[in-house]
Nanobody, 127 residues
Framework: QVQLVESGGGLVQAGGSLRLSCAPS????????RAWFRQAPGKEREFVAA????????DYADSVKGRFTISRDNAKNTVYLQMNSLKPEDTAVYHC????????????????????WGQGTQVTVSS
């Protein structure tokens, strides 16, 4: 079964940093767009960042611009999310996603357009 596996979550104080990783299990995603979404308790899943298969196109939610950096290593089939200057409002379960078409359709920010998902990793930022 194809699966994406996230790691790197944890508890950190406000102003701290975490680096999330997402690697596939069961297949490769070399030509797929990859993204990070997050979901806080009682809220809908929201877009965080996306990167095209080549890494040449990247976009971020306004709430994380200047603090988070998405990157990928296609040799390792892994995508990363470096999170700096973390705030309590960043607390959520972070999910990675993959799909073949998000940048072609222009809907790389839409969770419904991603076919493959991970189970998520909890990020908790204390004040």
């Amino acid at each position: 079964q194809v699966q994406l596996v996230e790691s790197g979550g944890g508890l950190v104080q406000a102003g701290g940093s975490l680096r999330l990783s997402c690697a596939p299990s069961g297949r490769t995603f070399g030509m797929y767009g990859r993204a990070w979404f997050r979901q806080a308790p009682g809220k809908e899943r929201e877009f965080v960042a996306a990167i095209s298969w080549s890494g040449g196109r990247i976009d971020y939610a306004d709430s994380v611009k200047g603090r988070f950096t998405i990157s990928r290593d296609n040799a390792k089939n892994t995508v990363y999310l470096q999170m700096n200057s973390l705030k309590p409002e960043d607390t959520a379960v972070y999910h990675c996603a993959a799909d073949g078409n998000p940048w072609y359709s222009g809907r790389y920010y839409a969770a419904d357009d991603y076919e493959f998902w991970g189970q998520g990793t909890q990020v908790t930022v204390s004040s």
